[in-house]
């Protein structure tokens, strides 16, 4: 019997690899992953410098480690490069392999910031990526970090708690503009800059030109700064080039159904490169949510994803927040309910006062659990 064959070894392909196991002992399953295919977890990226952590010290377990506890034919360093759908066969760099059932767990790639110097710039999305930022940050170094999302302020207060200059460099006038109201980008940014971060919001990044002792950023409002080390947290765009070249179709990300079925039959894709029901999606709890649904399926038992509301939490310890933003378009306003020096909670409602979304500061975070049960699901 041919295998299902999941290409990635992320946390999405691992953790489909680990439920289809559950349901299916004896199933053969081959991973194909372009990189070295050791198994980490990458939320800690953005929280491991801080504490010294080496690249290695993070790799729970490596290739061969993972192919012997699942029991996988597991293929490192092997990029597939193409998808015979019709014939069922994945093209990759060692080889044509047939498959039963293809499953895309291929993940995003960093956003180019599209301003002239972009290639100085580097990003943090992988292993490697994190190996590279670590090799070239010398001690008290001044780094300039371009986005004040998620992930480039929980950088911000991982390099400034390991005793980094910081400079936040935000197009938006807050810092988490889309996710959060006001009262939290405050707080945020009251938090950070009690930790030495400096901010420039409001005006993007025109250019950024290589000098002898660093990088000399320009804003398109004209302000010219200095920095060693350039950061870019501009976003993640789905990796999408092999189901688009394969004839699948894909808007944002490859569009999956409810089933994590692409448009071509035997086909399915999960994490980061999915666009599942209109949604992106990319953050650790709906992957593994998807995993599941996806194993029941490719073990023979019909499922459905669905998702119940599902807030991040947002790693920055000068100020913990739960984020639970209402989705894109929603109507309504934010309105605080309380928010004082030990916490803030913030509630989007909608007509009738119905709860749309939340965000949570300091000791309120606790409460996100109880809040959830009362936003509308994710994916119903
Ligand atoms: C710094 C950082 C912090 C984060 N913090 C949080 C957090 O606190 N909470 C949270 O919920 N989420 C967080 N996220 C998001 C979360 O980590 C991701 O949603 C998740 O890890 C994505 O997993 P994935 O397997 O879909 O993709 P990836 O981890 O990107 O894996 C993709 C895999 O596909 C392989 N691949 C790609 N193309 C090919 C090809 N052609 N052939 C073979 N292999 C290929 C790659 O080598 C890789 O193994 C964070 C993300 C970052 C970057």
Redesign the pocket.
Known sequence: MDPVII???????YTLARELRKLAPEAPITL????SGALYS??M??NALAQGHTAQALVQSNAREQAAKLNLDLKPH????AIQAPEHVLE?ESGRLPYRHLVL????RPRQPGFAGQEHVLS???LDDYARLRARLAPGAHVAIIGAG??GC??ANDLAIGGHAVTLLETSARPLERMAPAGISRRLQDGLSGLGVQWHCGSGVASLRSQDDGYEITLENGTRLHADLVLSATG?VP?TA?AESAGLRVARGILVDHQLACSAPDIHA????AEVAGLLL????P?MQQARTLAAILSGTPSRLTLPALP??V?TPACPLVLCPPAAGAEGAWHCERDDGAGAIYRFQGADDKLLGFALAGDACGQRRQLAGFAPALLA
């Open positions: 290409v990635g070894a992320g946390l999405a392909g194909v992953t372009a990189d990458k939320p990226l953005s092997c990029a597939a490069t990759t767990a291929l993940g995003a943090v999305n992988h998620l992930v929980e950088f993640l990796e092999l999960l994490g980061d490169c990319p953050y650790v709890l992957l991040v939490a790693k």
